[in-house]
């Protein structure tokens, strides 16, 4: 059986090479940086990245280099979800075949509107198709991006339903009232703030702890709130950590992290993103990487302080 997550899960950046494939070299390398800072997990496969601009055999190829190179699946949380049911299935079929610590399905976003009943029925049908115990499912809750989401009536339906298979859920509505209430809801659950922003508080009232795209670039400040959350000293952690998000935060996200882990790595590499998405231009890059150094975070070729 799987066992529960918690702390800070990362949502990986997706590396791109020059000829627009991935990078698989920068992205185990990336993982395993992060690992190294104290990541708990990897959610990889996520809105961070970026992959539903992914193909299902390259996200299926990102798992299997993980999985081939010495990351335990204890340690992986992929995104399965997808707006075809057979895509989802496969995706979420092979992460739990190989025995990851749970899979975050975002729910079939390009279907505006969906009732309740169309979103239980799709979930249902992806549960009943994986058909096995093992599997554990983390609801990706994101209707800024997605537009549809999980609420809490359809968590109810899905925990009576199938009270071992839901394990937990990510809140990436940007609304701590909803997180609040899936935590005091659903005991049950283990529940991730999308943004670190909410981590203390979060931690406080009972989440697991977070699932952050800036996750990539400050781990380590990241995972010391989760481990001392319950100092006296736990507030000026998260001031600082939260500093930095907002800083973050005031360009395009997966841009921006992009153009940190290019400063990073000393690799322009990292700068690619996959059309539609466009990089930071040169000046914005600069200003955000001025910023960050005036709020601490140094960097050098291959390293970070």
């Not at 993982?31 to 539903?52: H, P, V, W």
């Not at 997808?82 to 610590?101: F, K, P, Q, W, Y």
Request: aromatic share 8%; proline share 6%; net charge negative.
């Amino acid at each position: 059986m799987a066992q529960a997550c918690g702390g800070l899960w990362v949502p990986a950046s997706t590396p791109f090479a020059f000829d627009g494939s991935v990078d698989l070299n920068l992205f185990l390398a990336h993982c395993k940086a992060l690992l190294d800072e104290g990541a708990d997990g990897l959610a990889i496969l996520g809105t961070t990245s970026e992959a539903n601009s992914l193909s299902v055999s390259e996200r299926a190829a990102q798992l299997d280099l993980l999985l081939g190179n010495d990351i335990s699946p204890s340690k992986l949380m992929p995104g399965t979800g997808a707006c075809s049911i057979e895509d989802a299935v496969h995706l979420t079929s092979a992460a739990t075949r190989a025995g990851c610590a749970g899979v975050l399905l975002l729910p079939p976003f390009y279907y505006k509107g969906l009732s309740e009943d169309g979103l239980f029925a799709f979930l249902c049908e992806l549960i009943e198709r994986v058909g096995t115990a093992q599997l554990r499912l983390y609801l990706y809750h994101i209707p800024p991006i997605a537009q549809i989401g999980y609420s809490l009536p359809l968590i109810e339906r899905l925990l009576k339903r199938y009270p071992e298979t839901i394990a937990g859920l990510k809140d990436s509505s940007g609304d701590f009232s909803n997180t609040l209430a899936v935590i005091r809801n659903f005991p049950q659950l283990h529940v991730f703030p999308g943004s670190e922003t909410f981590l203390l508080d979060g931690l406080r009232a009972g989440a697991a702890g977070c699932i952050s795209a800036t996750g990539n670039i400050n781990a380590k400040a990241i995972k010391e709130v989760c481990v001392r959350w319950k100092e006296p000293d736990a507030d000026a952690f998260q001031a600082a950590i939260t500093r930095r998000r907002k800083l973050m935060e005031a360009y395009p996200l997966i841009p921006a992290v992009k153009a940190v882990l290019a400063a990073r790595y000393g690799d322009s590499a990292w700068n690619k993103l996959r059309a539609p998405l466009q990089p930071l231009d040169g000046d914005r890059a600069s200003q955000l990487m001025d910023q960050l150094a005036q709020d601490g975070l140094a960097y050098a070729t291959g390293a970070m302080t």
